[in-house]
Nanobody
């Protein structure tokens, strides 16, 4: 599975961005699809995850502001990010689990700054 993430950029606090992650495989076969983010010197942290049969979970820091979704017809994962804050600045990565395999997309940089 190859994952192509895009949609990052620079935005002012309070602004919005939508990240997308196009998968080469069928998203309907994936166990989980998720977004993570990483800042320099820190671990890669889970932002939001969709698990087949177990629903959606968000990190507390993004609840009510971010929305994760999948379009199975387009084999694409999305992350709608609203009311962005400077602390959301990070490189965002999409992740897919299919059976015993774990796949990562390249990162896309989100910068929130005035």
């Amino acid at each position: 599975v190859q994952l192509q993430a895009c949609g990052g950029g620079s935005v002012q606090p309070g602004g919005s961005l939508t990240l997308s992650c196009a998968a080469s495989g069928r998203t309907s076969t994936f166990s989980t699809m998720a977004w993570y983010r990483e800042t320099p010197g820190n671990d890669r942290d889970l932002v939001a995850i969709i698990s087949r049969g177990r629903g959606i979970k968000y990190d507390d820091s993004v609840k009510g502001r971010f929305t994760i979704s999948i379009d199975d017809a387009k084999n694409t994962l999305y992350l709608q990010m609203n009311n962005l804050r400077p602390e959301d600045t990070a490189v965002y990565y999409c992740n897919v689990v299919e059976g015993p395999y774990d796949y990562w997309g390249h990162g896309t940089l989100v910068t929130v700054s005035s």
